[in-house]
Every structure is written in C-alpha cells, then in structure tokens.
Nanobody, 118 residues
C-alpha cells in the first residue's frame, strides 16, 4: 500500500518562500511522473509542476520562474520550492505520482495548505 505524506505548507507573506515535500512509502514503479497540483476554493484542481523519472519537467505558466520541482528517487520524495509567492498561489497543494507501466497506479497525497497573505 503506497501512501504519500506531504509537509511544508503554511502561511507566508507575499514575496516569501516555502518548500513542500512529499514522501512516498511503499513500492513505486521506477518509471513514473511525480508532480504537484493545487486547488483553490471554488476552482478546479490544476497542475503546478511535474517531473518525470527521465528528468523532464512541466510547469504551469503562472509559476514558471518562481517554482522549482525536484525529486530524490532514492527516498521516493518529491519537492516543490516556491519563491516569490503571490496571494493567488493560495491553495491546497497535493502531490501526485503516476506510474508508467501497464496497469500502473496513480497516488495522491492528502494535501497541504499554502496561504499567501499580508
């Protein structure tokens, strides 16, 4: 049974920084995408950043140049460094892992709140 545990959320002033972590327990297929999504009140969940096991990355236009995703495959952990935070970044952030194999699974974390406010 794979579980994703997120940490690092909190409240910060505009312009500040936060680093989110998501550690996966259990066995995950080595070819996978690790990513972060977010959902603000009244809005759909959206992709923030994704990093494949091959190293390719994908970022939402709204976070390019401010956020950076990284991963440590030895620890089955994905990180999201968030700089120059804006009030519109306020949301619940979820980590996600998608396995790339026939019959592969995808997994979601429980979510961590990020609030950007003065």
């Amino acid at each position: 049974q794979v579980q994703l545990v997120e940490s690092g959320g909190g409240s910060v002033q505009p312009g500040g920084s936060l680093r989110l972590s998501c550690a996966a327990s259990g066995s995950i297929f080595s070819i996978n995408d690790m990513g972060w999504y977010r959902q603000a009140p009244g809005k759909k969940r959206e992709l923030v950043a994704l990093r494949s096991s091959y190293g390719t990355t994908n970022y939402a236009d709204s976070v390019k140049g401010r956020f950076s995703i990284s991963r440590d495959d030895d620890k089955n952990t994905v990180y999201l460094q968030m700089n120059s935070l804006k009030p519109e970044d306020t949301a619940v952030y979820y980590c996600h892992i998608l396995e790339h194999r026939p019959g592969g699974s995808d997994y979601w974390g429980q979510g961590t709140q990020v609030t950007v406010s003065s």
